[in-house]
């Protein structure tokens, strides 16, 4: 099983990103996948997750109407739209197969103006 994120950098406040998690090693779309980020200092805090199908994501408070979770099961990746990012929005990002001690190794996301 393995799990990898991309798409992390620096974005001014206000911006844009979009984080992709690439799937391999199980069978994909019988799984639902979660976000989780981890600031410095702070302890690893939820952010989101989907279904197995897609149809049913579920966000954090404090994500909820600016992120967007998404998934394509015929090319085994899950994405994060990330909206109107704030300076509290940065740490490291990681998706996980649900239930699991499978994790990524994570992407930093910095939002610094």
């Known amino acids: 099983v393995q799990l990898m994120e991309s798409g992390g950098g620096t974005v001014q406040p206000g911006g844009s990103l979009r984080l992709s998690c690439e799937a391999s090693?199980?069978?994909?779309?019988?799984?639902?996948i979660t976000w989780w980020r981890q600031a410095p200092g702070k302890e690893r805090e939820w952010v989101g997750d989907?279904?197995?199908?897609?149809?049913?994501?579920d966000y954090s408070e404090s994500v909820r109407g600016r992120f967007t979770i998404s998934r394509d099961n015929a090319k085994n990746m899950v994405y994060l739209q990330m909206n109107r990012l704030k300076p509290e929005d940065t740490a490291v990002y990681y998706c996980?197969?649900?239930?699991?001690?499978?994790w990524g190794q994570g992407t930093q996301v910095t939002v610094s103006p």
């Open positions: 090693g199980f069978t994909f779309n019988v799984y639902p």
């Open positions: 996980r197969r649900s239930n699991s001690n499978y």
């Open positions: 989907i279904s197995s199908d897609g149809s049913m994501p």
